[in-house]
């Protein structure tokens, strides 16, 4: 009997091949879309899992309740993790890893590799954690002080073999100028938020340091896991660093305490905060990403579901034919549902297929590591198989019913009246339904590119066009900084040249202030961004009260300051900045008085997502991890090529590195570029299988209205006239979508824009162009069967009346 079934549906379908290849096609591109989209989420959550007790393991986040606002950093003191497991026996085990986001400079045979990807890491670390090593001694790689661990790619670029170990080479950490390696680690996967090249000993740090540096409770530096028994619930452990806080922090630094804790697999997809050892991902990303999967998979059923119902004419006398001959209604539906689940798994079928294609320039596309073996692994097949029994019987359930429901002597007399009915209200429902959900992925794609947009294009307070960036790897210029400067200079394609420690996005130090304005004892803390005294100048930043930095007045080098505004009012300054003084805690805990020369505006040196902090702008100290070199728009090239020529001349032994400032900010947004991209992707397959539904429709339409259109034109009805009868309903339909679609997808902008210290306001001509868009769209997908009717001859369509 199943084998009937199948047999009836494959006649079926070869009957019907217009009808087969528009539901496949839908189908086929609805289950690749979900399926591309499925191995992204899984992707996504995959992060830190390849550990054996990932579920076990934790890291400890720290939060700084400062006057300008509450920041939270993924790294803590070095006595706290250690402290935990000493105070809590649940605490079985704990690694930490300090030293990120230092440069050092690798020599081996006087040949020289900038690295910047490095950490320093506890002698278990290795133990703690389950990366693979290809050579070397887990217990034992970062027992010793100047130990060594490489990644396979580090060490072939280092020695051009995975076979270091026992190899040594001179680095610039720390004074240490000699390491040696002790361990080769296989690259790590990208599914983790641990990422480096190369790990030197926390040993190291002890020895050049003192005894308590690794457990110590000032400073906040380390990025600190731990191993909690299951069953301990996470309220205990918070409990417990609270104690450890009252115990071991001083009152004055109190609010520059305040741990919290993270388990591992939530790290990638739930933290993004100011130090991340790489940039973690957005759970918001993975919603919309689900969801635009799940509305393009239920747009191809709805395909499905409607045409099969717009066909009931078609097949009810087929359907009176059975039953006269004595088939029940539960043999029919079975049959329907049949060919529903055959279709929709030839559509599966080739989907796997061409995901299997696509997935490696897609995973390139979204910067995600997806293999194509991915495809054929286990949860893959199981969610293909679901997706073919749902849509198949999701999709196929009510036209099986709505067509088995036939009466056998009504349909046999040619009475049923197609598309009229509960049907005919069914069909135009899914049709409202399938251009909502379109005209909500339009709307959104409008505002994810305006955003995108506007935070490329907006007004960020300095210059960022033609800025060179220079890496001053090891300080290698600072002591000739002057002479570094005037060598520049004397090239016309250079109009001016700067340096400072920090550069826009990227991190800066919060300095601890005080001031007489300031009612609160405890002071301030302000982010400080040192620079040089041309500074200014060079990115084109206004003084607006006050004066610049002058190189020619001593002091400005030592005692002057130049603050933002937004530090104004946190420093009640509103009646006047300028000429009054601060004091400005050292990194070495001594007060330093300074003098405000000048305000700024609250320029963007903050990426957009965040706000403007209030800061100030001094030259703490000759120390400056960039040079900005300000280029002549039509010398570029050879601006770059001097630029290079003098960095040899003066740090021959040091590597040439530069970039310009402004794709360093669009940098910052990739996520959100990425975003856009593949919104719009999607939102074209959406829009696409939508149409390729209603031209379905269209042409069912015309065809069962051919002879009310042959009898309209013999009446005198126009070409025009009978266009607008044929193309008004799906106009009303497209309408009542968007009427439906706009308080959805302004929720959903207005949600997705939260995340946005600065952002644009929804524009009401973003939803009139997107309704205006779907509905043209609309109109051209049904224009060609309609327009087809409209000029056909009458005398066909009425000759066997």
């Known amino acids: 009997m199943i084998k009937n079934y199948f047999k009836v549906a494959l006649r079926t379908i070869q009957k019907n091949p217009g009808y087969a290849a528009v539901n496949i096609f839908g189908l086929t591109l609805g289950i690749s879309s979900f399926l591309l989209i499925f191995l992204v989420v899984q992707y996504e959550f995959s992060f830190d899992k390849q550990h054996a007790d990932w579920q076990n393991i934790y890291r400890i986040n720290n939060e700084l309740q400062l006057s300008s606002g509450n920041y939270k950093y993924p790294t803590c003191t070095s006595a706290l993790a250690p402290g935990l497991q000493q105070a809590m026996p649940e605490v079985y085990d704990y690694t930490r890893l300090s030293g990120g986001g230092q440069q050092v400079v690798i020599e081996i045979d006087a040949e020289f590799f900038k690295e910047d990807e490095l950490f320093f890491a506890d002698k278990n670390f290795l133990q703690f954690f389950d990366f693979e090593l290809l050579s070397g001694n887990p217990a034992e790689a970062l027992n010793a002080p100047n130990s060594a661990v490489l990644t396979e790619r580090a060490a072939i670029k280092y020695f051009g073999t995975t076979n270091a170990v026992g190899k040594t080479f001179k680095a610039n950490a720390n004074q240490v100028t000699q390491y040696n390696v002790t361990a080769v680690l296989k690259d790590l996967p990208e599914s983790s938020h641990i990422q480096f090249e190369l790990l030197f000993s926390n040993e190291t740090l002890r020895v050049n340091n003192d005894n308590n540096v690794l ?19 996470e309220a205990r452990v918070l409990s417990t660093m609270a104690e450890l806080k009252a115990q071991n922090i001083p009152e004055d630094r109190q609010n520059m305490f305040n741990p ?123 969610v293909t198989l679901l997706i073919v029994l749902i849509i198949g019987f999701g999709s196929g359930i009510y036209p099986a019913i709505f067509l088995s429901s036939f009466r056998p002597v009504v349909v046999l007399k040619s009475k049923l009246v197609p598309g009229m009915g509960s049907s005919g209200i069914f069909r135009k429902a899914l049709v409202v339904f399938q251009f909502a959900i379109s005209i909500v992925m339009i709307i959104g794609t409008a505002v994810v590119y305006d955003q995108l947009t506007y935070m490329k294009n907006k007004p ?3 210059e960022k066009e033609n800025i060179m960036l220079v890496s001053n790897t090891n300080q290698a210029v600072t002591p000739q900084i002057k002479t570094f400067k005037t060598e520049l200079m004397k090239f016309a394609g250079i109009e001016s040249v700067s340096a400072s420690l920090s550069k826009p996005g990227g991190l800066r130090p919060i300095i601890f202030i005080r001031s007489e304005t300031v009612v609160d004892d405890e002071g301030l803390n302000l982010a400080g961004i040192n620079i040089d005294l041309d500074y200014f100048n060079t990115m084109n930043i206004e003084v607006v009260e006050g004066r610049n930095f002058d190189p020619n007045i001593p002091t400005d ?41 000048g305000v700024i505006d609250n320029i963007n040196f903050e990426p957009l997502q965040r706000g403007t902090e209030s800061c100030f702008y001094a ?82 339409s015309t065809e069962q209205r051919i002879k009310e259109i042959g009898v309209r034109k013999v009446l005198g009805a126009s070409v025009s006239e009978i266009l607008f009868i044929l193309s008004k309903d799906f106009a009303l339909l497209v309408v009542l979508a968007f009427v439906v679609a706009a308080p959805l997808a302004y929720y959903l902008a207005d949600w997705w824009l939260q995340n946005f210290a600065f952002s644009v306001n929804v524009s009401v001509l973003t939803f009139v162009l997107s309704g205006l868009g779907a509905l043209l769209i609309a109109l051209l997908t049904v224009s060609y069967k309609t327009l087809a009717a409209a000029r056909s001859n009458p005398v066909k369509a009425l000759r066997s009346e």
Do not use: C
């Open 215 to 233: 457990f110590n409770w000032n400073g906040d530096g380390y990025y600190s896991y731990f191993k909690l028994k299951e069953g301990t619930s």
């Open 260 to 382: 919290e804790i993270i388990p591992l697999a939530d790290i990638h997809l739930h933290s993004n905060l100011r130090n991340e050892i790489v940039p973690n991902g957005n759970i918001d990303f993975v919603y919309i990403f689900s969801a635009v999967a799940i509305f393009i998979l239920v747009i191809a059923g709805i395909n499905y579901m409607n045409l099969a119902t717009a066909r009931s004419a078609k097949r009810a006398q087929e359907v009176g034919i059975r039953k006269v001959l004595g088939a029940v209604k539960n043999q029919l539906m079975t049959q329907f549902l049949s060919e529903s689940i055959i279709l929709t798994g030839l559509s599966a079928v080739l989907s796997l297929v061409i995901i299997s294609t696509l997935i490696g320039p897609f995973s390139g596309f979204i910067d995600r590591s997806i293999g194509w073996s991915a495809v054929l692994q286990a949860p893959v097949l199981l």
């Open 619 to 700: 030259n703490f100290f000759p120390v400056y991890q960039h040079f900005y070199i300000k280029l002549n728009p039509g010398m570029v090239n050879a601006s770059i090529q001097e630029v290079e020529r003098v960095w040899q001349e003066f740090a021959p032994d040091q590597p040439f590195e530069y970039s310009f400032l402004e794709d360093d900010l669009n940098s910052l947004y990739q996520s959100e570029e990425q975003l856009s991209q593949v919104v719009i992707y999607f939102a074209f397959l959406a829009v696409l299988i939508a149409s390729l539904g209603l031209f379905g429709l269209a042409s069912f």
């Open 557 to 597: 080098s030592t005692q002057a300051i130049i603050v933002n505004k937004k530090a104004v009012q946190e420093l009640n300054m509103q009646d006047g900045a300028v000429g009054k003084y601060i004091d400005v805690q050292s990194f070495q805990g001594n007060w330093d008085r300074k003098q405000i020369i």
């Open 460 to 462: 960020l307070g300095y």
